[in-house]
């Protein structure tokens, strides 16, 4: 109720409120540099300052950044949906609610193109000086920092409203190595931070090894995925991508270039290793663990339930989360959704396992889909790689034009509430959210000791929901926020009480986010987060130690002690 009265209380205030406030400085402030002085600082980190020119600016013949062109509008708004589109900028976030309509390309033209939620300048870091030249200034000036990678985050957390982004995509370089170390010996791959699934993938295939990446090749690898987590293909067979990480090279919020081992600054890699991105330094490279190739089984499947009762497509549905369980335990994943009356899985991956015991575990689900007549498509097939597989099995992702909620299903829940899980499920669909699911387990061997949210180990699905996003049409965005974050997530809380949530995969506005985004762990990361940030540098979205600022409307970030 208090959060509540202040939000209010800020929302009518305004931009004026800012003012008497401990905030970090905005574009149109008394405090912001001078042209001369981004110009000297450009010339201290080699003329790698970039000022944001927002993609929509083509798309506007209003505004201070509006560059109409017909044509380049029209294929920006015909590529929108890839994810090239935005992680090759520096500024542009995949979920557009961050952009908060500025210089959207699918309003009219006259609209007025504004970057008030972007980051106003970015840069393209090469180096680790780069990277203390730019928090030393951000600091002089008290500028609002983030770090960004791919912009493929769904909290915004990679997104600075009239800040300075430090940009990592172009750390593009990749190492093999045999590592050695107390706790590992074996082959690994030194990974700078630029690089993404899909690069990550091929140099680890050059030496016909394969990695943990996302299902969504595109996604960082060693930025706020492996930091937050990071699930993919390969978790039922390795863990999540923190426990890959067998040390971090940073650069910390006192500019020190450090590395973070379990034997060398152990704190650090701890929290980094799970404790989420953006937040307690900036990591330059990370060093992975690989493995040996692995023959692999796979299927995917699609089904329509619109000419069957609901209650028998949900007992299909239901009967193939049961079903595929041992082999889950065996090392598979499975991903799969529910979007109105249709059910995909794309794909069912099991590395190392068989393709007759795969059709074995599926062959019930198949049956009462022939007994019921019903439509689908099913393709079974051995590869001889995981690569073969992934290369042909997994599918082209789009950003994802959708506002999300997540929560972590424990394993009590699959085995022992199965109906109470199913009938959430279906209640959630049929208020019009995509219902999506990862199946797997990632507690199959002995886990690091890390900060990754201890709901992930007794996790079997991660489940994903997902309300429209319309372009246009801020009204229904925010009735979609409000749904999700007042009914739909709470629905599956109320089932799974004691779990939480993935903190790359979840609702922003989540409202007890310190507990399920980093369950028992917060407490020991919020000290982590002060003892090497103490000044609170680094700031994203629900990240450890976000609290200490709030977020105005306007997008000034102000110390909540003076609220
Ligand atoms: C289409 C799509 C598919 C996805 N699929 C998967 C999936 O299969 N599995 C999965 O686990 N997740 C998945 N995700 C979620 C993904 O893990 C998160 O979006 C993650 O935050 C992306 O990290 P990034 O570094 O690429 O992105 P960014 O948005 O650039 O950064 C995300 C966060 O990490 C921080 N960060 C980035 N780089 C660094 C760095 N070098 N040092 C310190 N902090 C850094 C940023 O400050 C920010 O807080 C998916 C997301 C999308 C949009
Ligand atoms: C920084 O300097 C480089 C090289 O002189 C220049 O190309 C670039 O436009 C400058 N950046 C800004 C924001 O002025
Ligand atoms: C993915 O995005 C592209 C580019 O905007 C679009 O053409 C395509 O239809 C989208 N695909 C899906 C499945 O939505
Ligand atoms: C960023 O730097 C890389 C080299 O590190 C360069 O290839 C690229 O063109 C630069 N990008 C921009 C937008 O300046
Ligand atoms: C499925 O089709 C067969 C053959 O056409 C028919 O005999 C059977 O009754 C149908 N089953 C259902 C459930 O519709
Ligand atoms: C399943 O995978 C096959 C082989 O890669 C592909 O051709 C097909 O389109 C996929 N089908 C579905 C339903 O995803
Ligand atoms: C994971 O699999 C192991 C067996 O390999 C099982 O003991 C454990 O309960 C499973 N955990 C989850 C969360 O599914
Ligand atoms: C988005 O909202 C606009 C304006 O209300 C409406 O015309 C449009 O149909 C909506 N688009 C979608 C995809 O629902
Ligand atoms: C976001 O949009 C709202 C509504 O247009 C506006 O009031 C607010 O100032 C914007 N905030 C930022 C940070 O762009």
Redesign the pocket.
């Known amino acids: 109720m208090r959060q509540l009265t202040l939000c209010t209380l800020l929302f009518a205030l305004g931009v004026s409120i800012a003012a008497g406030l401990d905030c970090r400085c905005f574009p149109g402030d008394d405090c912001w540099p001078s042209w001369q002085q981004w110009a000297d600082f450009n010339a201290t980190i080699g003329g790698r300052l970039i000022s944001t020119v927002p993609l929509g600016s083509v798309c506007h013949t209003t505004g201070e950044f509006s560059a109409y062109n017909q044509e380049a509008c029209a294929s920006l708004i015909a590529d929108w949906g890839f994810?090239a589109t935005h992680?090759k900028t520096c500024d542009s976030?995949?979920?557009s609610w961050f952009s908060n309509a500025s210089c959207d390309p699918f309003l009219p033209r006259t609209t007025p193109c504004t970057i008030t939620a972007l980051q106003r300048y970015a840069v393209n870091v090469s180096k680790v000086d780069d990277v203390q030249k730019t928090i030393q200034f951000a600091q002089d000036h008290n500028i609002r920092l983030?770090?960004?990678?791919?912009?493929?985050?769904?909290?915004g957390?990679?997104t600075a409203p009239g800040g300075l982004a430090?940009w990592?995509h172009n750390?593009k370089a990749t190492e093999y190595l045999q590592y050695r170390s107390c706790s590992y010996e074996g082959p690994a791959l030194r990974l700078g931070?630029g690089i993404?699934g899909f690069e990550g993938m091929a140099a680890a295939h050059a030496q016909n090894k394969v990695i943990l990446t996302?299902?969504?090749d595109?996604?960082?690898v060693?930025?706020?995925?492996s930091?937050?987590?990071?699930?993919?293909q390969l978790a039922s067979m390795v863990g999540l991508?923190a426990d890959q990480v067998l040390e971090w090279e940073?650069v910390t919020a006192d500019g020190q270039h450090l590395t973070a081992a379990p034997d060398m600054n152990p704190d650090l890699f701890w929290a980094l290793s799970g404790g989420?991105?953006?937040?307690?330094?900036?990591?330059?490279s990370a060093t992975v663990k690989a493995y040996a190739e692995v023959s692999t089984a796979s299927a995917n499947l699609t089904f329509s339930g619109a000419d069957v009762p609901p209650d028998v497509f949900w007992s299909i549905i239901r009967n193939f989360i049961v079903d595929i369980t041992p082999i889950i335990d065996a090392g598979a994943v499975a991903i799969w959704a529910v979007i109105g009356k249709t059910f995909s899985l794309t794909p069912i991956i099991w590395p190392g396992g068989n393709v007759d015991e795969l059709q074995m575990r599926l062959a019930s689900t198949l049956r009462m889909l022939n007994e019921r007549n019903m439509t689908y498509a099913f393709h079974i097939q051995h590869f001889v790689s995981f690569w073969d597989c992934f290369m042909a099995m997994n599918p082209h992702?789009?950003?994802?034009e959708a506002q999300i909620g997540g929560r972590l299903m424990p394993r009590g829940v699959l085995d022992h509430s199965t109906d109470s899980l199913i009938s959430t499920l279906r209640q959630i669909s049929e208020q019009g959210a995509v219902v999506s699911g990862?199946s797997l387990n990632v507690s199959r061997h002995s886990v690091p000791d890390n900060a990754v949210n201890p709901a992930w180990r007794d996790a079997a699905i991660s489940i994903v929901l997902g309300t429209s996003y319309n372009y246009t049409n801020r009204q229904v965005n925010v009735e979609c926020q409000s749904l999700m974050t007042q009914e739909l997530v709470p629905l599956l809380t109320d089932i799974s009480i004691d779990s939480g949530a993935?903190l790359?995969?979840a609702d922003w506005k989540q409202p007890d986010w310190q507990s399920a985004f980093y369950g028992d762990n917060y407490q020991t990361l919020h000290e982590i987060k002060e003892e090497f940030d103490p000044n609170g540098v680094?700031w994203?979205r629900t990240?450890v130690g976000s609290e200490a600022w709030t977020e105005l409307d306007d997008g000034h970030l102000c110390r909540s002690d003076d609220l």
Do not use: W
């Not at 983030?146 to 909290?155: A, P």
């Not at 930091?227 to 993919?232: E, I, S, T």
């Not at 989420?276 to 330059?284: D, E, F, I």
């Open positions: 994810p992680y976030p995949m979920a983030v770090i960004r990678n791919t912009g493929h985050d769904y909290l957390k990679s430090l990592m750390l931070a993404q996302g299902n969504c595109s996604v960082g060693v930025g706020g995925y930091q937050g987590g990071g699930h993919g991508a940073v989420g991105g953006g937040t307690y330094a900036v990591v330059m992702s789009n950003i994802t990862v993935y790359n995969e680094f994203a990240a």
